[in-house]
């Protein structure tokens, strides 16, 4: 199951709309304690990442076929609440753009009580597959090559 609503814009650039998807958490993913191992937290956000470029149209094939690929540059987790076997929680991306060559995808790990078990923010470029080089607009290119763009930038203006 996964969901697109607007999201706000903010200080740091402009966000889009918010993308959510539903995950189970797998008992092949706890720690010896029996919570979830912390690099997992970051293997759900490239979940909900991949996810959304995805529904929008943006799959790994489309943009390879395109000669471009979105790449993580740095990836920063906060745990705040303790996640186990066979709950369910909410991944829910939002992409902000600046003016810059990079972009955020930040992620909200949320049970289904609503508590917020962790957010994890990545930085994302979108590597021109034959120079080797990040583009200069991410953003642009993405619309370019989504098939169904209100997943990520939210609906057109009225």
């Keep these: 199951m996964s969901s697109v609503t607007p999201a706000s814009d903010t200080d740091e ?3 889009t709309a918010q993308f959510s998807v539903r995950i189970a958490v797998r ?4 720690d010896a304690l029996g919570h979830l191992n912390q690099a997992v937290y970051h293997s759900y956000a490239e979940h909900s990442r991949v996810e959304m470029f995805r529904a929008a149209g943006c799959d790994t094939s489309a943009t390879f076929a395109d000669g471009f ?35 955020a995808m930040n ?16 930085t994302l470029g979108l590597l ?15 619309a370019a090559l989504a098939t169904n763009p209100a997943v990520i930038f939210g609906p057109a203006p009225a």
Aim: glycine letters at 10%.
């Design 13 to 15: 650039g402009s966000t």
């Design 128 to 142: 021109d597959m034959t120079i080797r080089r990040l583009v200069a607009n991410p953003r642009e290119r993405i």
């Design 69 to 103: 690929a979105p790449v993580l540059l740095a990836s920063e987790a906060r745990y705040l609440r303790e996640l186990r076997g066979g709950e369910e929680v909410d991944l829910s991306t939002a992409v902000v753009f600046g003016a810059g060559k990079t972009f």
């Design 27 to 30: 008992t092949y993913e706890l």
């Design 107 to 122: 992620t909200r790990i949320t049970k289904l009580d609503g508590t917020v078990s962790a957010t994890v923010n990545g």
